[in-house]
Structure formats: C-alpha cells, structure tokens
C-alpha cells in the first residue's frame, strides 16, 4: 500500500513533524532501509550512540521507533512513509528482519485477541451490574431532568425578550448555562448552548438564521427527550447521544446487539475540529460492499492523547465497523481491522444529483430530525465560482455552496485534477455548507 | 439555510413586543401550530421554529446555477512531464532553501528543455512549495504549468506567479492602455517588427508626455539597431535640439539620442564624434623587440587638459546632452574625462580598434593604465573609465574585452570585476577563479558570477581544486566554508565528483582537530544535490559538458 504525500501530511501529528520527516526522507540518511509485502523498516542515526530502528505495520496501520519523541507517529516513521511514497525502490524488497517480523506478528495475534468478545460474564455478574448501572442512569436521569427545565426556562426567557440583545450579551449569559447543563450531566446540551455563544454574530443575516435553527432544533430535543419513553429503543439512544450520555467504547462493543459491519471500507477524508481545549478528529468511511456510511471520531486534548491509529484518506481497509447505537447508525468504531486493501472490490453507488441529495437527506431527517455530518456519494459535479464563493455544481445546473472556510489549496487540487470535467465526489453536508472529501477518478480516489 | 422573515423579525422583537398571532405563517406550519392545543406562548414560538426548521429543511430545493456552462477539458499542447521525474522533484524537498531552489530550478530547466508540463497531481506540491521562492523561479514555474495551470490561477488569484507581465500584442495595449503596458507592448514590438514598432512611434510621437518619451527612447537605446537612424537623427535636429531655457528631461532624452546615434556608424554624430576624437590620437615610437614585430609606431589617445573647441560645456550639453560640469561625486580628474567617460559606452570596442589601430588587449592596458584616467577616492583607486568600459562589455557581451579588463577592474571596484567574471566562457572563468591556493573562490560572491547554461557544469579538474581547497580551509585554517558558496558550487561541481567528495570526506574525519566539528550538513549539501543532477542529467538534450 502506497501512501501520497498528502494522505502522509495528514497522518502527521504536527505540521513541524512533517516537515521534519520530509527532511528525513532522503535514502541517503538512512543506514539501512527494507520493505516487505506487510511492513516497512529501516535504521537511521539520531542523536543517541545507536540508530533509531523504525518499523511500519503498512496492512494494519501502526508505527514503532525507539528515538525518544513523543509525537506519534514520529518523525522518522513519517520519513520512511514518505521514502516509500516517493521512491519505492528506495526501500528494497527483502526478508523481514527476526524484530520486524517478531513485532508484525505479535500485532497480528494482538488484533485476533481484541477481535474476540471478551469471556461473558457469569448471570449473577451481569445482575450486579445492571443492578448498579440502573441505578447510575436513575440518578443521572434527575439530574438531566432538572438541567432540561432550566434551559428550557432560559430558552423562554430569550424569545419573550427578543434575540436582538443576544451579540450584546456578556460571555457569562452564555458560559453560566452551559456549566450548569455539565453539571446536569448534560454535556451533550452545554455544546448548543456554545454554540448559541460563539454564532458569527459580525453577519448580522447568518446569526440570525443561525440562532433560529438552533433554537428550533433544540427545543424539539428537549421535548423528544422528555418523552423518550413513548419512543423505539433505538431513538432513545440517538436522544441520549444528543444529551451527552457517552457509551463507552467497551460496553457497546461487548453488546451483542450492537451493529456490526464486515466490508472493504473506503476513508473518504478527515477532518479535525478544535473544539475550546478538545480536538475533534472525524473520519468518513463508506463500505464498498454494503453502501454503508460510518463515521469514526477520535479525541485529543491537552493531557490525552489520540486512542485511535489515524487512517490514512483514500485508503482502503479490510474492516469490521461497529456502530454506536441510534435511529440511523452513523458514528462507529474499528472493531477488527484486517488489513489495508489494494483492491477496489466494488464501484460505489452515487446518488444521481443534488435533487437525489436532498431527497436522500430529508428521508433521513424524517428518522434522525439532528442528523449532521452526513457524507454522500454525488455523482457529476463540478466546482464552480460564484461571486465570492465556490460551488457544486450537479450536471443539471443544480448547485450548493462549499463550506466558506474550505481551503483554497483543495480547491486548486479539484480543478487541477477534475479539468473542468464533471466529477463524482464524495461530501460531506455541514450546517454552513458543504465540504469536499473527495474525488472518484477511477480506477482511484483522490482523497482531498 | 435562509429562515421565514416574518418569523425571524418576530423572534428577534420578542414575544413581549409582538404577539405570535401577528405573523402569517404557511399553512402546513399553522396547521402545525394548531395541533400544539393550549401552551404558553413562548413554548409555541419555540415549537414553530423546530418546525420551519424542518419546513424549509426538507421544502427548500437547491438553487440552479445561470451562468455558463463548459464542461470541455481543458486541452494542453505539450505532455506532461512522465512519472520518473516526479521522485525527483519530492528528492528536493528536504534540502536546504537555497540549495533546494537552485535543483528546483534545474529541474524545471530539465521539463522545459523537454517540452514538459507538470503532471496535474504534482502542480499543489509544486505551487505550495514554491510560494516563497523567487521570481526566476515563478517565471520558469509560468513555463511548465501548462494550459490547465493557467486556468486553474485565473480563478485562484492567491495562487498567482510573481511572472513578468505578459506582452500584450493587442493594439489596443498601445491606445488604451497604461505607461508601462505601452512600454512593454512596444519594447515586444521593437524585438519582433522594428521598422513598425518605429513608424507606430513617429506616428503618435507628438501626443506623447515627455516622460513616456523619454521611456521609450530608453527602450530603443538599449540595443540600437541601424534602422533606428532616422528616427534618432530626426529628434536630434528638431525636437531636442539645443533650447536655453529646456527643461532636465529634455536634456536626457536629448542625451539618450545621441548615444543612440553614437552606436550607428552612418550616423552624422558618429562620423563627426570620431573625427573630432582622431584630432587626439597621438602618435609614438615603440623601441626594440616589440616595435620591430608590431611596428614602430604606437598610438595614444590624449584628451586636452584645457577645454577646446570640442571638449567644451557648450559642445558637450548642446550635442550630447552631457552635463555641463562634472558632478562633485564623480571621481573623473576633469570635466573633460568626466565627459568622454560619458561617451564611452556608447562606442563599440571596434571603433577604438581601428582609431588606435592597436589590439584590444593593448587599448584596455592603456585605458586602464594610462595616467590622465587615473583616481584616488578614499579607499579606490584605479582608471576612472574602466566602469563605463564594461558597461559597453557587457552590452557588446564580448567575452575578449572581459578577459583583458579583468585586471583593471580588481583594482577599481570588486563589483565590475564580477561583472566582467560573468562574461567569462567556463575555461576563462575556472582559470580564473578555481585556482588552488586561492581561497577567494570559496568566497558566495565570486561563486555566484559562474553563469553556466542548465545542464553545464564544471571540469572534474576545477572540481577537485575547489573540493581540497575546501578540506583545507577546514583542517588548516580550521573555518566553516560559507554556506552560500557550498550552495553555489553544488549546482556546479561535475558529477563524477561524488566519488572524490567521499574521498574527501574521509580525509576530513581523519584530519580534523578535534576541536573543529564536522561538516556534515554542508557535505551532505553537496552530495544530495549533486545526486539529483545525476539523476536529471539525462532529461537535458544538449548537455553542455564542458571539456577538460
């Protein structure tokens, strides 16, 4: 599997790490170098007495050095990913090294382990600890509750007195609310309520229409969830989602209800969003075989670090996906990843244009009436500017306009690649816009 | 996503302001709100902003695009550049800036001479990287971007090259268009049609400023054709002629005419300027071995020490347009040699041959030696018209004049020695500079007047010179080569130095004090790029090797 310079540039934990590896990536410095069908490896001199010795799991995504840095991954895998990007015969083909085929096989057995259900806990085990999670949920369903008639009072408040005061509202209007919905255990509610906070309040028209939205699509959370016991199971768990109830990595993937998903998956792009001291990572995948959409998130702060080995965009991998719950499931989990694909097994299914799009899109709202972050398959389009804008255009002059914050070195790569031809894309609906994941050239995808 | 505005202006008042009842909803909302029974005001208000929500959410189509519409690819009348050159490029990436720009440089030298344009999945990469490089750069950048690289910048401006601006041939440049756009429609028109670009001139002459006058006479002057007579010998007689009450810019253009005229034999000036000269030939007898082989006699030029009925601030100003008197920051010992240092330029070295009657090398000994051109300005001295004599050099590009003025300008001005240096073919040039024992070639400057053409470089013999003159200003004078010049001699070492710079290397491990550290950065400078010139070596058609 090779990887472009770009999809590298994303893995990078850092911009200067990048940069750092690029200065790497040079046969030259580099003692020995080697690759094998599953793994790449080479030795490089650093400043200790003896070389950092890097090896690269390439099926299964994962990096391991022993120079001292803390970035992940370092500089040196990000080096050796480029070599192999650039030159492949820099790196010649051989026998794997007895550590480098020690390592790659511990990772295979390791993967096989997690991949199995952990051992089923005995019936008066599984007693207790449905015992103690009920009453958990109980007591944190008092908390919600309350938090829930407070915003809706100040939700009330605010449309009795008029949104025209709201960009002169001290910070605290904004931050008292959202601290009193963590501590109602309602995380999940303290982000609209920052949402309402940081609206582009210097357009005058967009906050407007932006706070409406919100409010509109707030207030009928709150009434959904106050009723969530008249609703399906699986529309419970969207609501919870949506307040902030966090199910744990662990425990959805040890229920044997949860969706699971075997399929060749495409990574149609990332992004990664910072959110006040939080880093939001967000992969976009779709399932050659089983048109379906996931979406993976990963989170980084201050004092943690990413939990998740970062796919690679454009990438293809052998995978099981496990979904969170919900009424449409969207948000998942690698549960087993076999290997990273060379082959395209199946053409993905477009959907015809834009009218197709939105069709596509309301039917989903009818389910998940919060869904965001939706990606889609459009086939034929093409950018266009309008004004000060860029759009998408559908081959029947149907268009949408790209998220204004979209960078301009993506827009040069989609002209220059899609010469004013029409295009299938894969993209992502926003609330400001749309964003590019990217391109369908077949036989390849251009990730953006 | 654009909201009812009746709704919105009522949010934004406030329920305590305006009362829901007041706003006209559509039908299937109010049929919404109708189903909501008895609740409070403001828990109505919210609930119908879910629903226009999902309302114009689901009702709300995607708008239609008018403008144009093309879906033809663009078409390229070159190819693209094959794979095998893109590792290359991604090889430059870890280099340092200045070495990085001169193999980037190389490389785009190496599609160009191909007929190459970059593949479209490199040109991102390419104009990211090459955002901060300069302008030589971005104008050879502008030669392999291809048709689609020019269209995608139309619509990318922040992507746009620092390129020259492009000639524009339309006529409507010339009639419409702004002073420097006139300026390059017609220095273009000067390069392709001359006698049109002049008669277009001579046709809208009268209309023009004085200042747009002067611009274009720059650009004739600036390489005088003998067609350009008339035009020039016209001006001299009418419009610039002498006028006491003139203003400067007439005097300039009046002297920008009269070297115009200068540099053509048939002109009047010329004849007249090389009689009057012809009165200070003197003549004198050269004794033993030399006069029996070049002749007895051997001719000077000595200008007056007192002003005649030539060399005179009138004949001066009114013919020439020179200065009156010489500027007091002027080294020149006179106002006479002031003036004729003015002439100089525009006289060819040929002219000279024949008034002298003399070798070259013996008129640049003379006006580099002979006392009357002589000065002494604070920490300068030398002949005061070697500068004007190598402007004339390099507008001649005459690389026999460069070769006998070098040892006069050393002494003058470090400056016009470099000047001359790049006037050099490569064999005078390396046996000039890369001499060993001479550590000034390690110096960026000298290294910099090496102007070879892409794909030269120097004989393995220089290359080694430069190599162990470098070991030894490590190990000996225990000093760090400048980077700039390592820089510079990477882009020319011949590339079958690599086996001798790794002999080189291996000395210096030996060798060095160990106080001194090693220079591995710099090394590894010149080996990364001198394996990337091997490696574009083969994409030059004529690879100018030069012969040891």
């Known amino acids: 599997m090779n990887f472009t310079e770009d999809q590298i540039h994303k893995l990078a934990p850092k911009a200067s790490a990048f940069t750092a590896g690029k200065k790497l990536a040079n046969a030259n410095r580099w003692q020995s170098l080697g690759r094998s069908k599953r793994g790449l490896w080479g030795e490089i001199k650093g400043s200790g007495k003896n070389p950092y010795m890097v090896h690269i799991d390439i099926e299964n995504l994962a990096y391991k050095c022993t120079c001292p840095s803390r970035q992940f991954p370092c500089k040196h895998s990000l080096a050796l990913l480029l070599l192999q990007s650039q030159d492949e015969q820099a790196l010649p083909m051989q026998t794997e090294p007895s550590y480098v085929a020690e390592w790659l096989d511990k990772r295979r057995n390791r993967a096989e382990k997690v991949a199995q259900t952990s051992s089923p806990l005995s019936a008066e085990e599984s007693q207790e600890r449905y015992k103690a999670k009920h009453k958990r949920a109980t007591e944190r369903e008092v908390f919600i509750q309350s938090g829930i008639e407070d915003l809706q009072k100040w939700l009330k408040d605010m449309v009795r007195l008029g949104l025209l005061e709201l960009p002169h509202k001290p910070a605290s209007y904004f931050t008292d609310m959202a601290a009193k919905m963590v501590d109602a255990k309602a995380p999940g509610l303290a982000a609209w309520v920052k949402a309402l906070q940081h609206l582009p309040y210097q357009h005058t028209e967009k906050w407007q229409n932006e706070a409406l939205d919100i409010l509109g699509k707030l207030y009928v959370l709150l009434q959904a969830y106050q009723r969530k016991t008249e609703q399906p199971p699986e529309m419970q768990a969207t609501l919870k989602s949506l307040i902030g109830w966090n199910l744990h990595k662990k425990e959805f993937l040890s229920d044997s209800q949860t969706l699971l998903q075997k399929d060749t998956w495409l990574v149609l792009g990332s992004i990664q969003e910072e959110l006040e001291e939080l880093t939001v990572h967000k992969s976009w995948l779709y399932g050659l075989s089983s048109k379906r959409h996931g979406m993976l998130m990963d989170f980084e702060s201050k004092f943690a670090s990413r939990t998740e080995v970062p796919l690679v965009d454009g990438s293809l991998l052998d995978a099981e996906l496990a979904f969170y719950p919900g009424i449409l499931p969207h948000r998942a989990v690698v549960k087993k990843q076999r290997h990273m694909a060379t082959q395209n097994p199946d053409a993905p299914t477009f959907l015809p244009n834009w009218k197709g799009q939105h069709d596509s899109r309301t039917a989903l709202l009818k389910q998940n009436p919060w869904i965001s972050d939706q990606a889609y398959l459009l086939a034929k389009c093409k950018l266009l500017r309008l004004g000060d804008r860029w759009i998408l255009c559908d081959e029947e002059k149907r268009y949408k306009a790209l998220c204004p914050d979209f960078p301009a070195d993506k827009i040069l790569e989609m002209l220059m690649m899609g010469n004013n031809q029409l295009l299938d894309m894969a993209i992502v609906e926003r609330h400001n816009g749309i964003l590019p994941l990217g391109m369908f050239n077949p036989p390849a995808y251009i990730s953006l | ?548």
């Open chain 2, 1 to 548: 996503m654009k909201v009812l505005n009746p709704l919105r202006e009522l949010t934004l008042l406030g329920l305590s302001r305006k009362p829901l009842e007041s706003v006209q909803l559509p039908a299937p909302l109010q049929a919404g709100i109708d189903q909501l029974g008895t609740i409070a005001a403001e828990e109505k208000l919210l609930c119908v902003l879910g629903l226009q929500y999902y309302y114009m959410q689901a009702g709300m189509e995607p708008p239609t695009y008018k403008g144009s519409w093309n879906t033809s690819p663009i078409a390229e009348e070159k190819n693209f550049a094959p794979q095998e050159v893109v590792p290359i490029f991604h090889a430059l990436q870890p280099l340092e800036k200045k070495a990085q720009e001169a193999m980037l440089r190389l490389w785009l030298e190496a599609l160009i001479a191909n007929d190459w344009i970059v593949p479209p999945s490199l040109m991102k990469a390419l104009l990211q990287e090459t955002k901060t490089f300069s302008k030589g750069i971005q104008e050879k950048i502008a030669e392999v971007i291809g048709n689609r690289g020019r269209w995608v910048m139309e619509q990318l401006p922040q992507f746009r090259l620092r390129a020259p601006m492009q000639p524009n041939d339309s006529p409507s440049a010339w009639v419409e268009g702004k002073l420097s756009e006139r300026k390059v429609f017609l220095q273009h028109l000067l390069e392709k049609d001359r006698s049109k670009a002049l008669s277009l001139l001579a046709s809208d002459w009268s209309e023009l400023s004085i200042r747009e006058k002067r611009s274009h006479l720059e650009s004739i002057v600036e390489r005088v054709e003998p067609e350009d007579h008339d035009f020039l010998e016209h001006l001299h007689r009418t419009e610039f002629t002498y006028n006491q009450k003139e203003k400067k810019l007439q005097k300039a253009c009046r002297r920008l005419i009269s070297q115009g005229l200068l540099e053509i034999p048939h002109s009047d000036l010329h004849k007249k300027t090389l009689e009057r000269l012809s009165d200070y030939l003197e003549s004198h007898s050269r004794s033993g071995l030399v006069g029996k082989i070049r002749g007895r006699k051997k001719t000077e030029f000595i200008l007056p020490t007192q002003f005649d009925n030539f060399w005179n601030p009138e004949v001066m100003d009114q013919q020439y347009g020179f200065e009156a008197s010489k500027p007091s920051d002027q080294p020149h010992p006179t106002d006479i040699v002031y003036w004729f240092d003015a002439m100089l330029p525009a006289i060819p070295f040929s002219t000279w041959s024949q008034l002298m009657n003399r070798e070259l090398a013996e008129i640049m000994q003379f006006f580099g030696t002979h006392s009357q051109f002589q000065y002494i300005l604070e920490d300068r001295k030398g002949s005061c018209v070697v500068p004007a004599l190598v402007r004339r050099a390099q507008k001649e590009q005459n690389e026999a004049v460069a070769k006998h003025l070098l040892p006069y300008t050393i002494l003058n001005d470090l400056t016009f020695y470099h000047s001359l240096l790049k006037l050099l073919p490569l064999p005078e040039w390396e046996s000039e500079v890369i001499r060993p024992s001479n550590r000034f070639h390690l110096f960026p400057a000298r290294l910099s007047t090496c102007t070879l053409t892409a794909g030269a470089e120097w004989t393995q013999k220089a290359s080694k010179i430069f190599l162990d003159e470098f070991v030894k200003f490590h190990i000996q004078d225990q000093r760090s080569i400048h980077l700039e010049s390592l820089e510079s001699a990477a882009q020319f070492l011949h590339t079958d130095s690599l086996s001798y710079l790794e002999k080189v290397e291996q000395k210096l491990i030996k060798d060095l004090p160990e106080t001194a550290v090693f220079p591995e950065p710099s090394l590894a400078l010149v080996r990364d790029s001198l394996r990337i010139r091997r490696r574009l070596a083969p994409y030059f058609k004529t690879h100018t090797r030069a012969k040891e």
